[in-house]
């Protein structure tokens, strides 16, 4: 028999005084109890965005007849971001990625929503990525925003502008970030920045492990493949009679090292879940 386990961590990084990344874990859904959710927000401009919709998620999931049917997350993020938009003292925004696992197929659906990740660590050590960043260059969502009189600035790591408001961001879905969506003569699945998720599905195998973490993880790794190399590198020099006895909790304080050690500024969160067949303590 097959059990979930997970790990998260959570951290300010050493130059920033607030936290606004925001983690959800929920081992089963009250209606659909086969599935599980876990989730990484990474707010910007404050955490007041990130903290609603990780208060919110976990229900408007779980009141979809269906919680991994895309056109129905799609037009579920839709009315969540719609809510955020005309909540005249809701500031900020956040981007999102998050996993629905089914604990009796081991089928796992990925949502992302701007630039945090998600990736699998299979049991050679080899690394499929799950999750593609949302930002300027890519040409689509460049000429989405072009569409919508925003400037693209910078020549390589490119950020959209408003000259409206004089407001410059990095990537080009979120939820929130009412700035960037006020054109009213199209709708918000056409505006600079888009809160819709793109997905993607993969079978979560024995003793693999999912990561999904906000972009501060690997600001300066930079890909997938660095950060899982310096987490191997770090859990192979943890003695074998440390008091952190779990792979998945040995990952989450790997990670955590790997992105202080490569120099981080930013906040940085993530989970760590696989799937056992040894006894759980969950």
């Keep these: 028999m097959s059990l979930l386990d997970f790990s998260v961590f959570e951290d300010a990084g050493p130059y920033r005084s607030t936290m606004e990344d925001v983690t959800l874990t929920c081992v089963s859904l009250p209606k659909h109890p086969h599935l599980s959710v876990f989730a990484v927000f990474d707010g910007h401009s404050g955490s007041q965005v990130a903290k609603y919709v990780a208060s919110q998620f976990v229900s408007i999931v ?24 005309e909540t005249e003292d809701m500031k900020g925004g956040t981007c999102a990625v998050f996993a629905i696992i089914d604990t009796q197929t081991w089928s796992v659906l990925i949502g992302n929503i701007g630039d945090s990740r998600c990736c699998k660590v299979k049991t050679d050590g080899s690394v499929e990525t799950l999750s593609e960043d949302h930002t300027p260059n890519m040409k689509s969502e460049r000429e989405r925003a072009i569409r919508n009189g925003m400037r693209i600035l910078g020549r390589f790591r490119k950020e959209v502008y408003c000259p409206e408001t004089d407001y410059h961001i990095l990537i080009t879905r979120a939820l929130g970030d009412k700035l960037f969506k006020q054109n009213k003569s199209v709708p918000l699945s056409e505006q600079a920045l888009i809160c819709e998720p793109e997905f993607k599905s993969t079978i979560l195998h024995p003793n693999e492990i999912l990561l999904l973490f906000s972009d501060g993880v690997v600001e300066k790794l930079e890909s997938n493949e660095k950060l899982v190399e310096q987490m191997q590198r770090h859990m192979a020099e943890i003695p074998d009679y440390s008091t952190i006895s779990t792979l998945v909790e040995k990952c989450t304080l790997c990670i955590k090292i790997a992105a202080y050690k490569s120099g981080t500024t930013d906040n940085h969160s993530g989970i760590a879940v696989t799937r056992t067949t040894q006894t759980s303590p969950r």
Aim: aromatic residues 4%; charged residues 30%; negative net charge.
């Design 62 to 85: 779980d009141d979809l007849d269906k919680p991994t049917d895309q056109s129905a997350l799609v037009a579920a993020m839709y009315q969540l971001d719609k809510t955020l938009i």
